[in-house]
C-alpha cells in the first residue's frame, strides 16, 4: 500500500549548491585531540531551509539529509539534489526516521505539538528513496515520542521516550519495524526522555546528562554521573568517529555554545571548542571518513533572545599529523 494522502504530492525539484571550502583548525588549550582533527566548512547555506531536529545519513556512497521539507542528497556534501521523497513522519522534533536492512523507515506519524497533536503508529518504508511505501498504519509501536531509535544486534531498538508528561524506563525492539517486544522495564536509570544511543566497541552508550552502557541493551551499568562535572548539558548530538564518542552542540546550563566532548571509553570526556556558531539540534552523520554536521538553532536566553537558524554544512576529519592518516 503507497503512503496515504498527506504524503501522495510528490514533488521534484532539483538544486545544486555550489561554494569555497574554508578551513579551521579545532582549537582548546585543555583538549588532547585539538592537533588532530580539523573542521572545514564546506556549503555556507545548504539547499534546505535553515533549521534543526532533522536527520543526515550516509547510504551506499551517498549523503542523504532528510529535513523536514523533503528529501536531498549529496556525493561529497557540497552539490546537492532534491529527492522526490517527502518527510512521511511529519514532525521531526518528535520522532525520527532510521536506517535498518539497506532502507529507511519512518517510525510513526505525529502531527501538532505537545500541548495538542495527532499520533498514527503508521511504518513507512523506502528503497529507492523516490517514493514511501506504507508497510502498516496500525503497527503496535508504542505511542510516544521524543526518543531516538537505533539498531543493534540486526533489530530496531527504543528506550524511554514521553507522552502526555508521562516519561518511561522501558526498552522495545523489533525485527521487522512493524511487530515490537517491551524485553525490559523498570531500567536502572530510571524514567528518561531524549536519551541518544550509540554502539561502540560492540557495546551500547546511553547518554543524557550522565552514561550508562550495555552489552545486551538489557542490563545496564553506570560508566559516570556528569559527562560535565556541575553542569547540565543539553541539545548535543551524538556519534561515534574514529573509535570516539562525539558530542556535537554540547550546551550547558541553558546557554547554548559550539562546544565538543569527546570520549574513548563513555566515563572521560575531553573537551573541544569548534568554530562554528553555538547551537543545538544539530543533524551529522560519518560519510566517507568524515563527520559532517549542518543545522541546528540557538537563542532564546537573554543573551540572544531570538532564536537563529542554521544550514552551512561542515566536515571534521583527522589533520595531516593524525596518527590515523599515516
Sequence with gaps: MKIHAFVLLLFSVVQCHETSVHHTNIRHEASGYSSNYVWKRLVDNGPWKPSYNFQLFSIRDTLWSFHHDGAWYSADGMQWKESPLLNAIHNHGFLDYVYFRNAIYGLGF????????????????????????????????????????????NKIWIIGGERDGVIFSDVWNSADAVTWLKVKDSLPFGRRSNSQV?????????????????????DWQKETDQIVAGANIFGYAAIVFDNKIWLLGCNRNQQFSSEVFVSENGKQWTSEAAPWTPRGGIAATVHQ?????????????????RFVYSNDIWTLEPSADNPRKQ
Excluded at 513507512?124 to 544486534?153: G, Q
Excluded at 554502539?199 to 552514561?211: A, I, P, Q, S, W
Design 110 to 153: 505525529f502531527k501538532g505539538n505537545i500541548e495538542q497533536y495527532h499520533f498514527i503508529p503508521a511504518i513507512f518504508k523506502t528503497e529507492d528513496y523516490i517514493k514511501w511505501d506504507t508497510i502498516t498504519l496500525n503497527s503496535n509501536l508504542p505511542a510516544r515520542y521524543f526518543y531516538h531509535p537505533f539498531v543493534f544486534r
Design 289 to 305: 571518513g568524515k563527520i559532517f554536521l549542518t543545522g541546528g538553532k540557538y537563542g532564546g536566553t537573554p543573551g540572544q533572545p
Design 198 to 218: 550509540v554502539e561502540l566497541d560492540g557495546k551500547l552508550f546511553l547518554l543524557n546528562n550522565d552514561v550508562w552502557s550495555s552489552v545486551n541493551g538489557l
